[in-house]
């Protein structure tokens, strides 16, 4: 046997490993080409389990020996195999029963193995089975067979470790795909729009105003703000709401895979495409199409995509066959599309399409105390994920959210209290399992600056030899100037800028009192 032989046979079962092939037909394709090569009547592929042999592939044998068990104590052949760490041939006289005796898959009178060898195989250095070779003819076995083997074993090796492998991430996919499933469900029902602002209600009252509709919806904002979690919203309140929800971030594909994401392909419309694929239009048919950053498409695709709009009808990238679909479409940008449309980035028609329904969600800096709000659901995400008794805010540190502009919205704020409470937690606690966010965790850049200076009626005491504001001070004046600035917009309707600040009537009022307000401000508007 030629060296040029063997790597003939062995160089597609090199290949096969990398590819995704059922464990049946790796194994199959492993005897197949080694009866090619080593003159054997049958060979057979066997798993060891406790005390049991288990027949995993078979190539000449009866079909019944895959439902065979074989006992490992009652067979001295598979003993004497198990037991070396070396391929093994049986003399064709061996008075040893063979265990295939009869089960060889041929005709004649004589179904008695005359000549057998065979190997053990060992996955991760523990013994995992057995390649076994049988012949019916004495004397079919020579002594460089036994390379053979042996090369074909270490390859046998291999194909067991990649299914394995391949099986266990399966099962890990499995299992991932379960908590995932388990965590968008939490999130679900974590994930509920939280605010009670005027700016917060409006967005509330628009939106359940059109989720029983099935009119293209628009949602536009700036970044951080929230508008994947408003599109998930309007699915749930949908009569959609039992079909799937697919999400597509344009801006985060290469022009070149867009179409094929949205539209889907077949086999051999572009390089790589080795099959036929379904698009995110067929895989959210009846449910709901969020189209995210809308305004990153590339021009040719609008065109398609405005088609798929008017007709409901698609084609698959590489294909002339119309499929039709059933699909709610919602989109969501951080850019100005009808500037986009003036300066020619975007299709005129495309946007009068999708925009419907425009839906804008209001930034973080407009909706008051709501910012406590949100920092309170995200407090006590982190308090469980470090598992500390509590969590919380200082009074500085709530006056410092308060008085932050936040250019990067609810998305700056989540991933702020988590950057702070894992700088706090480091510090020696006060109290066992307490964890207080005060603003040298936050450090919100400029923030105490606002604060200190919210109040121009209050004096510069650095210049006048006074020692500087308190605290306290310091959250009352930014306290005075809000409420002033939101009487100011409301025409000075006490009722009106309790419900702008989310704060009772009547506690504003006392609020007022206290800080020594209310008159004063009234003499002003006189």
């Known amino acids: 046997m030629t060296n040029n032989l063997l790597l003939t046979a062995l160089l597609p079962l ?31 592929l066997l798993r060891l389990d406790g005390e049991w042999l288990i027949p995993l592939a078979i190539d000449g044998l009866s079909t019944d020996t895959l439902g065979r068990r074989f006992k490992v104590s009652e067979h001295p052949r598979f003993q004497i195999l198990l037991g070396s760490a070396h391929p093994t041939r049986f003399a064709s006289d061996s008075s040893l029963p063979d265990p295939y005796d009869g089960l ?3 005709t004649g009178a004589d179904l008695h193995v005359h000549d057998c060898m065979g190997c053990p195989l060992r996955v991760e250095d523990r013994a995992w089975g057995l390649l076994t070779l049988d012949a019916l003819t004495p004397g079919q076995f020579q002594s460089q067979h036994l390379e053979a083997l042996a090369a074909f074993a270490s390859l046998a090796a291999a194909t067991v470790t990649v299914a394995g492998r391949i099986e266990r991430l399966a099962l890990r996919v499995q299992d991932e795909q379960r908590r ?3 965590y968008r469900q939490a999130q679900d029902r974590n994930q509920e729009l939280i605010g009670q602002s005027p700016a917060h209600q409006r967005l509330m009252d628009e939106l359940h105003l059109v989720a029983g509709s099935d ?22 309140a949908s009569h959609r709401a039992d079909k799937p929800m697919v999400s597509l971030n344009c801006a985060a594909l290469p022009d070149s895979l867009v ?25 959210a048919d009846g449910g709901t199409l969020l189209l995210d950053e809308v305004g990153e498409l590339p021009l ?18 590489g294909s002339d066959r119309e499929h039709r679909v059933d699909v709610r479409l919602i989109a969501a940008t951080n850019r100005d599309l009808a500037a986009c449309v003036r300066s020619g980035q975007f299709r005129a028609d495309l946007y009068h399409r999708l925009s419907v329904y ?95 200076s919210a109040d ?71």
């Open 300 to 317: 040719a695709v609008q065109a398609k995509l405005l088609r798929v709009l008017q007709s409901g009808q698609l084609q698959r990238l």
């Open 215 to 236: 009119l293209t919806v628009l949602i536009t904002g700036e970044t951080g703000v929230g508008k994947e979690l408003v599109a998930q919203a309007l699915h749930r």
């Open 358 to 452: 425009p839906l804008p969600v209001p930034p973080l800096r407009e909706r008051g105390q709501d910012v406590l709000l949100l920092a309170g659901r995200f407090l006590e995400q982190n308090r469980s994920r470090l598992g500390v008794h509590n969590l919380r805010l200082s009074k500085a540190g709530e006056a410092a959210l308060l008085a932050y502009c936040w250019p990067g919205n609810v998305r700056e704020l989540e991933h702020l209290i988590s950057r702070s409470a894992l700088k706090a937690l480091g510090r020696d606690l006060p109290q066992p399992g307490i964890v207080e966010l005060g603003v040298e965790d936050l450090r919100l850049e400029g923030a105490s600056e606002r604060i200190a």
């Open 104 to 106: 060889v898959d041929a």
């Open 14 to 44: 090199v290949s096969d490993l990398s590819r995704d092939l059922p464990d049946h037909e790796r194994y199959r394709r492993l005897l197949q080409a080694m009866r090619t090569l080593l003159p054997c009547d049958a060979a057979a």
């Open 180 to 182: 995932a499933d388990l």
């Open 259 to 283: 179409e094929s994401e949205l539209f889907g392909h077949v086999r051999g419309a572009f390089t790589g495409a080795h099959g036929e694929r379904r698009g995110k239009f067929e895989l």
């Open 456 to 526: 121009d009626a209050v004096p510069d005491r650095s210049t006048t030899g006074v020692s500087p504001p308190s605290l306290r001070e310091a959250m009352d004046a930014h306290q005075r100037q809000l409420i002033e600035q939101c009487l100011e917009r409301n025409a000075g309707n006490w009722a009106a800028t309790a419900r702008e600040l989310a704060l009772d009537r009547a506690n504003l009022g006392r609020l007022a009192r206290r800080l020594g307000m209310r008159s004063a401000f009234i003499e002003k508007q006189r």
